[in-house]
């Protein structure tokens, strides 16, 4: 079956939906071309085949059931719509994060990490304060492990 460049027009022309410019160009062509004559003639018989078929009518138990769906259905779009647009706001956020921080020059030295680590005390005990500190012998035990290996490296 040869084809024409009007055929992806005829259902827009028996829908209604071209403009009176594109109408009169069409009926034109119409009126020379047999394969779109053809193409309009069958358009119009399936929709005369739809138009005559049966509808069957729902029960009023299933229309009530579908009824009872659409607020369910309602909730789920606007559930989806806010998940998606939660997940492009956090996208603008991290997009846009990434680009400062990466767009900013850099105004400080990078840092320097020391070698040799040595406890700053800002407050260290004293001997009144021992006597306030509890008698268990393994945090004794514990602190004097431990203080005597920082003493002797």
């Known amino acids: 079956m040869t084809t024409c ?4 027009q005829i259902s827009a022309y028996y829908d209604g939906e071209l403009n009176t410019g594109q109408v009169s160009s069409l009926e034109a062509h119409l ?20 138009a005559s078929a049966h509808k069957p009518a729902m029960s009023q138990r ?4 579908l009824y009872a769906l659409a607020p369910e259905v ?3 779009v606007y559930l989806r719509m806010a998940e998606w647009t939660t997940a492009l ?3 603008v956020l991290i997009a846009a994060s990434a ?4 767009s900013q020059p850099s105004t400080q030295s990078p840092p320097v990490f020391a070698t040799d680590l040595t406890p700053v005390f800002l407050n260290p005990p004293s001997a009144r304060d021992a ?8 945090l004794v035990d ?6 005597a290996a920082a003493q002797n490296p």
């Open 99 to 102: 680009w400062i921080f990466y």
């Open 89 to 91: 706001a956090a996208s």
């Open 62 to 65: 299933v229309r009530q059931n």
């Open 74 to 76: 309602g909730q789920g």
């Open 131 to 138: 006597s306030d500190m509890p008698d268990d012998p393994k």
């Open 31 to 50: 009126a020379v071309c047999p394969v779109c004559q053809a193409e309009l003639n069958q358009t119009q018989r399936i929709s005369a085949l739809i």
């Open 142 to 147: 514990w602190v004097t492990v431990n203080v």
């Open 5 to 8: 460049l009007y055929s992806n």
